[in-house]
């Protein structure tokens, strides 16, 4: 088992920027290729970003390509998105997920952790 918390959320203003962190503990961190989704109200959970476990390859979402992303550091067992010029239509529940395979997936049925997840508003 992995278990993820995610922190670094909160409210800004539009045009700011946020760093979420998902720690990680259980299984070797640098086994698990890792994700970040984000759910809105109303909204079914949307793909954000994806790296390998080595952190050389990476994916994000065509909304969020050129201001965020992600990245890990696995002697901290951390993940990180780094979100600049934030949106009003960023506003979501962020959610840090954990896979064990070597595909960087933008399906969340594809992953078999997850955190609680952390709320980050953007205001205008």
């Known amino acids: 088992q992995v278990q993820l918390v995610e922190s670094g959320g909160g409210l800004v203003q539009a045009g700011d920027s946020l760093r979420l962190s998902c720690a990680a503990s259980?299984?070797?961190?640098?086994?698990?290729?890792m994700g970040w989704f984000r759910q809105a109200p109303k909204k079914e959970r949307e793909f954000v970003a994806a790296?390998?476990?080595?952190?050389?390859?990476?994916r994000h979402a065509d909304s969020v390509k050129g201001r965020f992303t992600i990245s890990r550091d696995n002697a901290k067992n951390t993940v990180y998105l780094q979100m600049n010029s934030l949106k009003p239509e960023d506003t979501a529940v962020y959610y840090c997920?954990?896979?064990?395979?070597?595909?960087?997936?933008?399906?969340?049925?594809?992953?078999?952790?997850w955190g609680q997840g952390t709320q980050v508003t953007v205001s205008s």
């Open positions: 997920a954990a896979r064990s395979d070597t595909v960087l997936s933008a399906y969340p049925g594809h992953y078999d952790y």
């Open positions: 790296i390998s476990w080595s952190g050389s390859s990476t």
């Open positions: 259980g299984r070797t961190f640098s086994s698990y290729y």
